[in-house]
């Protein structure tokens, strides 16, 4: 790869899709981009972006190279890395999951593509833990994925491009690993039914496009419910965004980030979601995002 720079940019995802805990994912059009120079001296890393004065320990990147390249018998060359992050960290949008496919899409491009994409999922999900963020990350769209016993299963799905999300993001971070804590070890069995008829919906609903159910299609009571004591304000927003339009609401992730489905005007929704995140003290910023059909996507650029 002498002369070349490898490129390759990852979507933001958001996960746990309304009642889909840990099973439906949808890859969002805001991108981090990573580029790889071989050769020189030494490991060199910059970051522009989020995550600026992040350290080698805490890249993900960095270990999802190291660990496709020990899976493949092979050091990690000298190489310099270059890291836009546009996905804002630890706010729910899979800024980890897009990472580590990053960091596996890179080095696989660099071993002559060894893995198949089934291996990088089940590589990313090593890493993440669960497949609902990196589904969408590697391939773009909206992603049905189950793991658990074995390789992860999946199922890509068109999402529908006249949607777009709101999201709004709260000026704090909520790392997976906290927002795992206040979750109980067992649900009510009326809990669990009540999501597995909304999730089957919820699917319906996006590939049909009957947005007329969303708003029920949508409710969940596996994670938010929990989740709500480290979000003030969280149920109160969801409400404010339906009066003022949304078709869908929900948290985005394990948060704290919120998104609502529109068609239509999105600031008043964006507006009316952070007045009731304010009134709880919550200061946020909003964003809006469209679902993607592109996943992760590596390009090589000769060096002049």
């Known amino acids: 790869m002498d002369g070349f720079s490898l490129r390759v940019s990852v979507p933001a995802s958001t996960a746990n899709l309304g009642p889909g805990f840990d099973a439906i994912g949808l890859a969002l059009d805001l991108f981090n981009v990573f580029e790889v120079e071989v050769g020189g001296s030494g490991l060199r890393v910059e970051i522009a972006g989020e995550g600026v004065g992040m350290d080698r320990e805490q890249n993900l990147v960095l270990k999802a190279m190291e660990h496709a390249f020990s899976a493949a018998g092979c050091p990690l060359p000298e190489l310099r890395l270059r890291m836009v992050n546009r996905i804002p ?10 990472a580590a496919v990053g960091g596996l899409v890179l080095a696989n491009a660099m071993l002559d593509g060894r893995w198949s994409e089934d291996q990088l999922l089940e590589m990313a999900v090593e890493l993440e833990g669960h497949p609902d963020n990196v589904a969408p990350a590697l391939w773009g769209g909206l992603v049905l994925s189950c793991g658990g016993s074995g390789c992860p299963r999946y199922l890509r799905l068109e999402a529908p491009s006249e949607l777009h999300l709101v999201v709004v993001v709260p000026e704090y971070s909520l790392p997976t690993s906290r927002a795992r804590q206040v979750l109980p070890g067992q649900v009510p069995f009326g809990d669990a039914v009540f999501n597995v008829s909304r999730a089957a919906l919820l699917v319906g609903a996006l ?34 965004a339906y009066r003022a339009g949304a078709l869908g609401a929900a948290l985005s992730g394990s948060g704290p980030s919120l998104l609502a489905f529109a068609t239509g005007e999105s600031g008043p929704i964006a507006e009316a979601m952070q007045a009731a995140l304010s009134a709880h003290g919550v200061p946020s910023a909003w964003l809006l995002a469209r679902p993607t059909r592109w ?6 650029h000769r060096r002049r």
Do not use: K, V
Request: proline share 4%; net charge positive.
């Open 89 to 98: 960290m630890a706010r729910g949008l899979g800024s980890s999951a897009s």
């Open 295 to 300: 996943g992760a996507l590596a390009t090589f």
């Open 207 to 240: 590939t049909s496009r009957r947005y007329d159910l969303l708003r029920e299609a949508m409710r969940d009571r596996l994670h938010q419910p929990y989740r709500s004591q480290l979000i003030p304000g969280l149920g109160e927003a969801l409400e404010a």
